[in-house]
């Protein structure tokens, strides 16, 4: 139920470890789905439930929008319309995964020193697309 960010975060700063379902509740929380209306914010909604269940690398991957709790929305090219095309599909689902992250960044922000922020992010970011993309080391 732990996200490869929330692992390295422990390993790395000794943070506890959220869950998924913390994660994603962290997020309903905050304003971020508020700037979403109508369809829009449940397909988000929707997408934060498979989050919980699959984790990160899945949400961003267009073939979620073929899942089944995704069928009364529509096809994709539809789902993306209500957020104003493609791009903007993207940049909600972009802007998604960074709400995702965005607490523990900033706890691990104010305990330690940018040099190791960093060196966190690319770590995580070379997990994400390697499992995203299907990249072979």
Request: proline residues 1%; aromatic residues 14%.
């Given at each position: 139920?732990?996200?490869?960010?929330d692992f390295i975060c422990h390993v790395a700063f000794d943070q506890k470890p959220l869950t998924r379902k913390e994660r994603a509740n962290n997020v309903k929380k905050r304003d971020f789905l508020n700037k979403?209306?109508?369809?829009?914010?449940e397909?988000?909604?929707?997408?934060?439930?498979?989050?919980m269940n699959t984790g990160i690398y899945e949400i961003g991957k267009t073939e979620v929008l073929k899942l089944s709790e995704?069928?009364?929305?529509?096809?994709?090219?539809k789902i993306a319309s209500?957020?104003?095309?493609?791009?903007?599909y993207f940049q909600a689902v972009k802007e998604l995964e960074d709400e995702l992250l965005k607490l523990r960044i900033e706890n691990a922000f104010l305990k330690q020193?940018?040099?190791?922020?960093?060196?966190?992010?690319?770590?995580?970011?070379?997990?994400?697309?390697?499992?995203r993309y299907k990249i072979l080391v």
């Amino acid at each position: 139920d732990v996200d490869d960010f929330d692992f390295i975060c422990h390993v790395a700063f000794d943070q506890k470890p959220l869950t998924r379902k913390e994660r994603a509740n962290n997020v309903k929380k905050r304003d971020f789905l508020n700037k979403y209306k109508g369809v829009a914010r449940e397909v988000l909604e929707a997408l934060l439930d498979r989050y919980m269940n699959t984790g990160i690398y899945e949400i961003g991957k267009t073939e979620v929008l073929k899942l089944s709790e995704f069928k009364k929305f529509g096809m994709p090219s539809k789902i993306a319309s209500y957020f104003g095309g493609k791009a903007g599909y993207f940049q909600a689902v972009k802007e998604l995964e960074d709400e995702l992250l965005k607490l523990r960044i900033e706890n691990a922000f104010l305990k330690q020193e940018k040099k190791k922020i960093k060196l966190l992010l690319s770590a995580f970011y070379q997990l994400y697309y390697i499992n995203r993309y299907k990249i072979l080391v």
